[in-house]
């Protein structure tokens, strides 16, 4: 069914999760969290790190909100409110990201990739922006997919597909 709205054409798709691809998603993002988070803070103890680790794939693992990962965060470390803020910001996009990358690596579908900027992006980012790449090859940022910096708010689009 297509919608109008202003300029747009928005396609809406009806999609089921009968093979488990969605819930699938949330486990590689839990997964790469528990092997992966606290990766980007090297000026946390390893202690720190690890509880991080947890913290995070506990997030998917449990659906936590997000007030209570910043709590928790902020009391593994005793991190202020917004450095605590910042690290389950970056840790859950990082772990989404990089879960639905591996996800679409793994399914073998997607072949093409759009880097996503949100609004005012880094000069970073902003070089990658709109750029398509084969998925898996590094952007100009040097990163095969988001998140380029703490608090990257970037995505990856799949635009091309295997038929």
Known sequence: ???????DTILSV????????????NERA??????????????ISDTTREEIRDIIKNAFSYKMSFDEVVARIQNAGMFSTARAEM???????????RGQFDAWK???FVTK????CARNPCPLCKANADQVRNL???FPSGDVAPLAHPCCEC???AVEFKA
């Open 106 to 108: 793994r399914a073998g």
């Open 113 to 116: 990739v759009k880097w996503l």
């Open 87 to 97: 690290i389950a910001t970056t840790e859950t996009n990082n772990a989404m990201v």
């Open 1 to 7: 069914m297509k919608h109008r709205r202003a300029h």
């Open 155 to 157: 995505i990856l689009q």
């Open 30 to 43: 839990r997964d790469y969290a528990a092997e992966h988070a606290g990766e980007q803070w090297p000026d």
């Open 136 to 138: 898996g090859d590094a």
């Open 14 to 25: 009806g999609i089921n999760d009968t093979d488990g691809f969605f819930s699938g998603v």
